[in-house]
């Protein structure tokens, strides 16, 4: 399992993201944006109010919406 370490916006709905392992990644989260936790996040001003929790490793918002680190890793460039 992978950890978030920190995370930035880069424009739109990519953020870049560095990991346990001390990979960083390019991460494209427009597409994934489905469901009700997420219908904030498609804002891009709400978007950028990321923060990364150290208590679940991941990256998360205001409405405690989340994406699995696992995730990010995988779907990151």
């Not at 990991?19 to 427009?30: E, I, P, Q, T, Y």
């Amino acid at each position: 399992m992978r950890f978030v370490t920190d995370a930035i916006h880069v424009s739109g709905h990519k953020i870049k993201v560095r990991f346990d392992d001390g990979s960083c990644k390019l991460v494209d989260l427009a597409p994934h944006l489905d469901g009700p936790i997420f219908e904030p996040l498609k804002d891009v001003e709400y978007f950028k109010r990321l923060t990364v929790n150290d208590d679940i490793d991941t990256v998360v918002w205001p409405n405690a919406a989340d994406f699995s680190p696992d995730f990010l890793y995988e779907i990151g460039e």
